[in-house]
């Protein structure tokens, strides 16, 4: 593939990270509360162990695609942004926390559904811990998801390189993030995600690029 075309379909990354994720959801399921019993705990990772760890591969799989969206999403900010684009280096580094936020999940996931089968020999309590991080370990999304979707839109509304529309939603969704509501906010995210790949990989398009007499 050559240089034009990972630019013109590069966006698409971020439709790519969406389908990951739902799968990965699909997979996986729901997990034991955090309040179950140590004794269900094991049981339900023994139970389950295959399931979660392919579900955890998937959603690991899906934070490439994340970072690859938020790069792309970064250059078409920073074009209409200018220097110093403060607020499109916070974008991206808002989509690496979140990133990492999901990766931290799904390694605690993996981890629980790798060691549930060596009881004894590992302890039951580790793995009710392990399945209480890969429920609970939410704040680094959720910090990723606010810088994420707030530096994103306040640069659309004051500059376009998105709709206006899309610039207001991304700003309350990523001050929602961090509120109790924030799980739901990262579930919206993927949603604006989804119709911004759409649109970036639109506007790339050759018929919207110049033509070589002007």
């Known amino acids: 593939m050559t240089r034009s075309n990972l630019e013109r379909y590069a966006p698409l990354a971020g439709i790519v990270f969406v389908i990951l994720i739902v799968v990965a959801a699909i997979i996986g399921g729901e997990t034991p509360d955090t309040d179950d019993s140590t004794l269900s705990v094991v049981r339900w990772w023994q139970d389950n162990d295959t399931s979660q760890i392919w579900a955890n591969v998937i959603a ?16 078409a900010l920073r074009r ?25 999940f799904a390694s605690f996931g993996f981890a629980a559904a790798d060691v549930a089968d060596d ?3 590992v302890a039951p309590a580790v793995i ?7 429920t609970d370990f939410f704040l680094l999304v959720g910090a990723g998801t606010a810088l994420f979707m707030i530096g994103t839109g306040v ?17 309350i969704l990523g001050i929602a993030a961090v ?4 799980f739901f906010a990262f579930l919206a995210s993927g949603i604006w995600i989804l119709i911004a790949s759409v ?13 070589a007499a002007t």
């Open 60 to 75: 690991g799989w899906s934070t490439i695609f994340l970072v690859w969206f938020a790069g792309s999403l970064r250059v």
């Open 80 to 104: 209409t942004e200018g220097e110093p684009g403060r607020l499109s280096v916070v974008s991206f580094g808002g989509a690496l926390l979140m990133a990492a936020g999901l990766l931290c």
């Open 119 to 121: 009881v004894p020999n």
């Open 128 to 134: 009710q811990t392990l399945s209480i991080l890969s």
């Open 155 to 171: 640069a659309v509304v004051r500059f376009g390189a998105l709709p206006t529309w899309m610039g207001y939603i991304a700003v």
């Open 179 to 182: 509120t109790p509501a924030g």
């Open 199 to 211: 649109l970036l990989y639109q506007r790339g398009q050759p018929s919207a690029a110049p033509s």
